[in-house]
Nanobody, 125 residues
Framework: QVQLIESGGGLVQAGGSLRLSCVAS????????MAWFRQAPGKDRQFVAG????????SYTDSVKGRFTISRDYAKNTVYLRMNSLKPEDTAVYYC??????????????????WGQGTQVTVSS
């Protein structure tokens, strides 16, 4: 049974930081690209950041470049999202996802095979 379990969300003031974690089980972690998506109320699920199965390549949506960092720990089967300089517009439910897409780091939700349950991030102004 595949499980992606996120943690680390919460309420933070604008300018603050959070680190999200996602522990994967039931998959061979090194065979999957991993990503973080987010979904705000009334909006579509949006790609935030992705990291290749090798860990050598990363991708970010423009609005988080320079503020967010994605990383992975193969020994812990865990992917992280470090979020600095948070803004109210970063408020959303953040989801971890895993993809076996071979060509590149996928940015569309339907290209991902497995999803976590989500963790709420709220940034107050």
């Amino acid at each position: 049974q595949v499980q992606l379990i996120e943690s680390g969300g919460g309420l933070v003031q604008a300018g603050g930081s959070l680190r999200l974690s996602c522990v994967a089980s039931g998959i061979t972690f090194s065979e999957y690209d991993m990503a973080w998506f987010r979904q705000a109320p009334g909006k579509d699920r949006q790609f935030v950041a992705g990291i290749s199965r090798s860990g050598f390549s990363t991708s970010y949506t423009d609005s988080v470049k320079g503020r967010f960092t994605i990383s992975r720990d193969y020994a812990k089967n865990t992917v992280y999202l470090r979020m600095n300089s948070l803004k109210p517009e970063d408020t959303a439910v953040y989801y971890c996802a895993a993809s076996r897409n071979q060509a590149r780091i996928a940015i569309r939700p339907h290209e991902y095979d497995y999803w976590g349950q989500g963790t709420q991030v709220t940034v107050s102004s």
